[in-house]
């Protein structure tokens, strides 16, 4: 017959104490649903950088663990926009062909275009997993003065309560940042 020893009964007991505090700790850090990236945002006009001429815009983020895709809606009167940008987040580089456009999406109304054989690069790095992501965007702009290169660089970020998407936005096409604020829909 074995006996046991006290050390035994002292591992029994810590491991009662202790198994609540390190369910709690688990819970804390793992990732919450509800202050995700993912889901579907809509701006507030109020409180954001104009973005003429769009008087509306809906993102619809999804993300896996290699990639994140992001669906925008664009309206203005009439005249409504859709386009979808996929960013890896796994340290790749995508390269796609932009479609041929008259018009950039970014800004419509200054003669901007794509030609339909430019290539755009799009890299996504996670700085807080699921809750903050940093988008690089580079490619060529098409002008009737010559080609122009641009890099646009986004980081989304999750509010802590998860109800709030703030994206901001650096163009070095552009002297000013964008600064655009979404609500859970």
């Not at 641009?150 to 309560?161: K, L, P, Q």
Request: proline fraction near 6%; glycine fraction near 6%.
């Amino acid at each position: 017959m074995r006996k046991k020893s006290s050390s035994g009964r002292a591992t029994t007991i810590h491991a009662l104490v202790f198994a609540p505090v390190l369910f709690f700790l688990v819970a804390a850090i793992s990732p919450n649903p509800d202050r995700d990236l993912g889901g579907t945002w809509v701006l507030v006009k109020e409180r954001s950088t104009d973005i003429n001429p769009w008087r509306s815009r809906t993102l619809t983020i999804e993300s896996s663990d290699t990639q994140v895709k992001i669906f925008r809606d664009l309206g203005a009167g009439r005249d409504s926009r859709k386009d979808t940008l996929v960013v890896p987040t796994d340290g790749q580089t995508l390269t796609t062909i932009v479609p041929e456009s008259k018009k950039w999406m970014e800004q419509p109304h200054l003669g901007v275009f794509f030609d339909g054989k430019t290539e755009q690069h799009v890299k996504g790095t996670w700085l807080r997993p699921g809750m903050e992501l940093r988008v690089t965007e580079q490619t060529t702009l098409q002008t009737s003065q010559a080609a122009a290169p641009v890099e646009i660089i986004r980081r989304y970020i999750v509010s802590e309560d998860g109800s709030e998407l703030t994206m901001l936005e650096t163009r070095s096409s552009r002297p000013r940042p964008i600064n655009l604020v979404f609500k859970r829909q």
